[in-house]
């Protein structure tokens, strides 16, 4: 039986699995080629039942055009994956404006 540390963390990965594949609107049913994984399976990871091979994690990053460093939230800038993914998604003028936002964030 897993202790409660391991099942924490596949369901952390899990859940960045998914938001990684959801923010760029594809289904479970798509990451099935890439992954050699069936949707089954893949909807056990997203739901953390099931932990990730590192050959799982790559397909995934194949099919997202992403790296395992981005989809774990491993990153020089400790920003958050969730963040990390919407900011690359934005043009320059919007990550400017949400630059602004953090300044006045921060003054608060």
Do not use: W
Request: charged share 35%; aromatic share 2%.
């Amino acid at each position: 039986m897993a202790n409660k540390s391991n099942e924490e963390e596949n369901i952390r990965i899990g859940r960045l699995l998914a938001y990684a594949r959801e923010s760029r609107k594809l289904l479970q049913s798509d990451m099935m080629e890439d992954t050699g994984l069936t949707k089954n399976h893949i909807s056990a990871l997203e739901r953390g039942v099931s932990k990730p091979s590192v050959e799982t994690l790559l397909g995934y990053c194949k099919r997202l055009d992403t790296t395992p460093n981005e989809i774990l939230g491993f990153n020089e800038d400790k920003i958050i994956p969730e963040l990390q993914i919407e900011l690359s998604k934005m043009d320059s003028k919007q990550q400017e404006k949400i630059l602004e936002i953090v300044r006045i964030l921060k003054k608060e």
